[in-house]
């Protein structure tokens, strides 16, 4: 890029900050508000995959820490587009959900049969 638009990409960064879901212009993402509400914590209830995702990660054991964090596993009975993935929260300071990213709990499982299969990483 030439500087010219990078100078005119960054100061449009600068000023649209980012709008928490509450306060989004479209109705669908208000409704994300809450939805760390509709995710599993307890490893006694994930999904095998699920389940050795967290264990894994010492940092996911703590269901006092995955409340706090807002994070979890979306089950599959769920309609979201984030279903049999780890959900991360993704707050501003006052603690208010701006996205929810997911992870693949089985990307390490199917990376490495990729690889096994002599493919290169995707």
């Known amino acids: 890029m030439q500087r010219s638009t990078l100078v005119q990409v960054d100061s449009a960064l600068q000023l649209k900050p980012n709008v928490p879901l509450s306060q989004s ?5 208000r409704k994300l508000t809450d939805l760390d509400q509709q995710l599993v914590i307890d490893l006694e209830s994930l999904t095998p995959k699920a389940s050795s995702y967290a264990r ?5 054991l703590s269901e006092t820490i995955a409340r706090e964090c ?8 769920t309609r979201s587009s984030l279903r049999h993935n780890w959900v991360y929260g993704v707050m501003n300071r006052q ?7 997911g992870r693949n709990v089985k990307y390490d499982a199917d990376q490495a049969e990729y690889v096994a299969n002599g493919r290169q990483g995707r």
């Open 25 to 29: 212009d479209n109705e669908n993402a």
């Open 56 to 60: 894994q990660r010492r940092y996911l």
């Open 70 to 77: 807002r994070t979890g596993f979306m089950p599959g009975k």
């Open 95 to 101: 603690g208010e959900p701006l996205a929810w990213v």
